[in-house]
């Protein structure tokens, strides 16, 4: 799958982000808002993880769906 198509389908897919990176509020959702940037640096704050770990679980987490 491709980020292009999870962006274009963002309400569809809040649901399994959130699944996937608990930690995100519905209001990360709303600022992320299909952004994969956006993303990578909401899960940075939640996690407290490296802006590269946080692209390599996106990443991941792209692939499987």
């Known amino acids: 799958m491709n980020w292009d198509r999870i962006e274009g389908n963002w ?3 809040a649901g399994k982000v959130k699944e996937q990176w ?3 509020t519905d ?3 709303k600022v ?3 952004k994969q940037d956006q993303l990578v640096g ?3 704050e ?3 993880i490296t802006k590269d770990a ?3 679980d996106v990443n991941s987490w792209i692939n499987r769906m």
């Open 32 to 34: 992320i808002s299909g």
């Open 42 to 44: 909401r899960i940075q």
């Open 27 to 29: 209001d990360d959702l």
């Open 11 to 13: 309400k569809q897919f």
């Open 22 to 24: 608990g930690k995100l």
């Open 54 to 56: 946080a692209e390599r």
């Open 46 to 48: 939640r996690y407290g």
